[in-house]
């Protein structure tokens, strides 16, 4: 059974950066795609970005390119979004997932 579990959210000032990850457990990170998410206070869920299972083809929502970066560490079998040049808009409480599985969720709150 596939675990997700995130880390490094937090509170950040309006230009500030952070770096979410995302523990797989039960499944070797190579042999799937990873997708990022988050979901704001009163709206849904909205896709941020994704890795595909090879490491090489890589997905952003258009108001994440540019500022934020999706790689990962096979040999942690963990998954990473960088997050640049942080925006209040940003605040959410973001996901990754994996198939079926989602991990629990990372605050990320922005400060203006």
């Known amino acids: 059974q596939v675990q997700l579990v995130e880390s490094g959210g937090g509170l950040v000032q309006a230009g500030g950066s952070l770096r979410l990850s995302c523990a797989v457990s039960g499944r070797t990170l190579s042999s799937y795609d990873m997708g990022w998410f988050r979901q704001a206070p009163g709206k849904e869920r909205e896709f941020v970005g994704a890795?595909?299972?090879?490491?090489?083809?890589?997905y952003l929502a258009n108001s994440a390119k540019g500022r934020f970066t999706i790689f990962r560490d096979s040999a942690k079998n963990t998954g990473y979004l960088q997050m640049n040049s942080l925006k209040p808009e940003g605040t959410a409480v973001y996901y990754c997932?994996?198939?079926?599985?989602w991990g629990q969720g990372t605050q990320v709150t922005v400060s203006s």
């Open positions: 890795i595909r299972w090879s490491g090489v083809s890589r």
């Open positions: 997932n994996v198939g079926m599985t």
